[in-house]
Each structure stands twice: as C-alpha cells, then as structure tokens.
C-alpha cells in the first residue's frame, strides 16, 4: 500500500511521475506548479494552497449545480450501498429506469426512448452507429456518412474524431472511419462577405450549405448531421434566426437524421433543460452528458423516438452496441438527485431571470481594445480576442501561442478565475458559470478579465 501524497511538493513530485492530463503539454509543467484542486464549493474551487478560484467554466461545462452538494453526495452513497451496480445488458436497476422517465418527460417533442452511456463522446460515437444500423435494418444500407460544422467538437474516439471538425486533433489518429463531412459553422462575426450584412441571410446560407453537402455527397449515402445548439468550439456560436427550421426542413427533404449534440448546451446551459427547446427546433436523436450529473459521477447517453427504435423491436434485431458502466446505478441515482435541485432551486428560471445581465456585464468590456466580439446565450459565452477592432484582424500563430499559452490561461487562473483560454478557431476566452451563479459572480468575471485583458493587451 502507498501513502497518498500530502505536501505540494510530493503531489508535484508524484504528478509528475504517474499522471498523465489530458490534451495537456506536459512540458508546460516541468519548471512549473501543476494545479492541485482539492475542494469546492458553491460556484468556486480551491487549490492545495488554499486559493479560492471562481469556477466560470463549471469545470468543463459540468457543474451546474455548483460544488460541495451533500445531498447528492448522499444519493450517491445510498445507492452505492444498496447496489452499486449491475449492467444495463439485459437487466435493467429502478435508477436507470426512472431517469429514462424523467429524461422522456423533460425532452422536445417525442424523444422518449434513453440509451444510456458514460461520456459524451460515447454517446456521439453511439447516435453514429445507431444511425448506420437503423438504415440498415430499414433498407437503405448505403446511408453511412455524417454532416458536422466546421470546428465543432464531437468528442475524441475514433467515430466522434471523425465527426468533430478539428483538424489538429484529428490529425495524428488518421484514417479516422470514413464518411465525415464538413459544413461552415455559424460564426457571424466572421461570415463571408456575401452575407455578412444581414444575420438571417447568413443563417439561410448556412443551412443551405448543409443541403448543397447532401446533394454533392449523394443523398442516399448520409445517414446524420451532427449539430450542437450552440457551438462552443470557436467560441460559442449561437444558431442565427430561421437555421435550425431550414436545417429540420432539410433533414425531412432527404432523410437525414438530425442529431442535436446537447452533450454541453443541455440541462440549463441554455435555461431550458434542453437547447434544442430553446431554439424551437425538433431533433431525431438528443446525445448528452456532462451537467445531467452535475459531475457529481460520469453519465452520458441519447435520447430518441420510437419510430427510430421500431425496427430494434423485430424478432431477433439487437442494438448491437453497449458499454459496461452506461446508466451506472450510482451515476443514475446521482442525476435523479441533481435534477431534483433543478426543480427544487427552479435553476433554469435563474438562468433565463440573469442571462441578460450576464450578457450585460460581459459587454462592459467592448471598450478594451482586444475585445472583438461577445457571443453566446444563456450561460455560455465566448469572447473574441483581436489584433484590431476596426478591421477585425486576428493574431498570428506565434501571437496567439505568446498570448494564450504564455500569458493568459496562467495569469486568468493567477486572478482567480477558470476559465478557457482557446485558440482551436480564432482565439477566445470562455465561459459557462454553475447555473446558480447570479450578478456578484458576474462582476467578479469581469472585473478580473478587465484586469488580466489590460495587461495582455500592453504585452503584445
Ligand atoms: C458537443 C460535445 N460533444 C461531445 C463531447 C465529448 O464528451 P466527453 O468529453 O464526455 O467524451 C463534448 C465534450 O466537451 C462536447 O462538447
């Protein structure tokens, strides 16, 4: 038996020698301090030291409910106790049958059938390979490939690889599976010209552009398009008005299933417990995760119609797909308790109550020179940075590598606040604060990134 590490000195010491981060440089960290967090609590985190962070990205879009809830904690340990698992192949435990309800009751429209996963990327990976056999068994084999936007995130196994729209992530894993195909995104600020004056003209041209990919595809080949309600990668692009109708209507012109990537935009994110209700459109298939839990324990899954799941229901065909922990009986327990305080604490009318003094708080900061554009909904914005606000010039490679990786994610994490420093499209800073979070966490965002924006501006 070892003894746990205690002083921060053999926490690093041990850090160093065993663990292993994830899309971390881990030479980032030979002459300096990894970051240990140890507790939170309420909407903030605190580190071995001691230092109190405020947790404005919810971890990583997880924490809605915000840290240090014992009553979830404690459904986690009564469940644990009395069983703490057993498979969803070929049985079924009374948590994952009542979430199922619970998530049915709660979905647009009649999504009402739950296969449950771990992770976000299993659930992608599982709406892809749900789509293919689905055709299959419906006789329109052919129907394999899957539309997604550019730079979107999907997630990191090799079917949600070949669906995310990262070309960096992507590259040192290929062949990824074929069939994955790229649409533009729907970055405003950052439109062709030829649309750039008018946001609806932009949004038609968006999704025309997703039915101009079915046609030069072959419309019998695509089987799915995979959105989110809001893309966060790039930096939260929220849907322009008229997209989503035009794309549903797209989807039923040619038999596309329309797969509402929710895994970050749903449960309140948006103020809705799903973003698709947000923006009034109707998926084919939901794929979730992250905030059902909290984070309280690891939880994914799809949600879909019966009609999908109909030819799944003959003789002797099976979903031929699963995982060991999905609808995990404590994590199901766990997502029961934390949408118990959604109802309890009616999170998502805090969300939509503050959402525009959120939006408010952060635009104080247009009169900062870097601060090109302030993007988002709900609780979820992204914030772009520029070289020049007029001509809405980016920073170079090296600029941005000096700025992001040199000066800003440590000096944001320094002041106090988590967030994220990206630069996968243009560079950005993000943030998706616990749903419970209200005006005094606002300005204590905007205060330290006045302060930290300031500076990184004379540096450059
Ligand atoms: C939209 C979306 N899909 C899928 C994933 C993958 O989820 P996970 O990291 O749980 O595998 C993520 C993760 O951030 C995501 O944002």
Redesign the pocket.
Known sequence: MTNPPESNAELQQTARRNLWMHFTRMSAYTDSDIPVIVRGSGPYVFDNHGRRYLDGLSG??VSQVGHGRTEIADAAHRQASQLAYFPLWSYAHPQAIELSERLAGLAPGDLNRVFFTT??????ESAWKLAKQYFKLTGQPERYKVLSRDIA????SMG?LAITGLADIKYPFEPLPPGGVRVPNTNFYRAPDFVADDITDFGRWAADEIERAILREGPESVAAVFL?PVQ?SGGCFPPPPGYFARVREICDTYGVLLVS?E??CAFGRLGHYFGSARYGYQPDII?F??GLTSGYSPL?GMLVRDAIMEPFNRGTATFLHGVTFAGHPVSAAVALANLDIFEKEDLLGNVRANEGAFRATLEKLYDLPIVGDIRGDGYFYGIEMVKNKDTRETFSDEESERLLRGFLSTALFDAGLVCRADDRGDPVIQLAPPLICGQEHFDEIEHILRNVLTEAWERI
């Not at 992770?119 to 992608?124: C, D, F, H, K």
């Not at 995130?153 to 990191?156: E, F, L, P, R, V």
């Open positions: 990583l879009f992770s976000g990327s299993e659930a992608v995130y999907h997630g990191t949600a989110e966060n990537d895994v970050i794929t995760a992250k994914g």
